[in-house]
C-alpha cells in the first residue's frame, strides 16, 4: 500500500465515522496537533482523538462538519491533504480550508498537523 493510498484509507474511515478503522492506519505514538488559539487547539494523542478531539469537532459543530478532500499528495515520509471544511455553529454557516500535513513512517502515520489558510478566521469559527 502507498503512502497515498494510506492517507485516502485514513479519511475514508473518517468520513464514515469508523474512528477504529482510522487508527489502524496510525502508530501507537501517533499524535494530531492543532495550532492557535481556538477551542481545537491542542496536541491529541491516540488515546484522546476519539474521545476529546472528535468528541469537541461534533459537538461544537452540532454534529454539521463536513469535509470534502480536494488532493491527497504523499513522499515516502510526508504526505499532504487539501480540504475544504463546513459546519454551522450558533446557526451560521461556515467554511474554511486547510492543509493537513501528515509524517509517515514504515507505513504508519505518526503525526498530524492541521494548517488552516486563515488561522484568525479558524480561530473565531472553532471560538
Known amino acids: 500500500m502507498t503512502n497515498a493510498e494510506i492517507l485516502k484509507g485514513f479519511y475514508e474511515r473518517f468520513a464514515k465515522g469508523d ?3 482510522m487508527l489502524e492506519f496510525c ?3 501517533v499524535t ?3 495550532a492557535g488559539k481556538s477551542r481545537l487547539a491542542g496536541k491529541y494523542t491516540r488515546a484522546t482523538l476519539a474521545g476529546d478531539l472528535l468528541e469537541k469537532i461534533s459537538s461544537l459543530s452540532g454534529g454539521t462538519h463536513g469535509m470534502e478532500l480536494h488532493d491527497v499528495m504523499a513522499s515516502d515520509v510526508h504526505g ?3 480540504t475544504t471544511n463546513t ?8 467554511e474554511y ?9 514504515q507505513g504508519k502515520l505518526v ?3 492541521l ?5 484568525y478566521a479558524f480561530d473565531a469559527i472553532w471560538a
Do not use: E, M, N
Open 97 to 105: 480550508r486547510a492543509v493537513h500535513v501528515w509524517r509517515i513512517q
Open 111 to 113: 503525526a498530524w498537523y
Open 19 to 21: 474512528v477504529q478503522g
Open 32 to 34: 494530531f496537533q492543532i
Open 27 to 29: 502508530s501507537d505514538d
Open 115 to 119: 494548517y488552516p489558510r486563515d488561522l
Open 80 to 82: 499532504l491533504v487539501l
Open 87 to 94: 459546519l454551522t455553529r450558533d446557526g451560521k454557516k461556515h
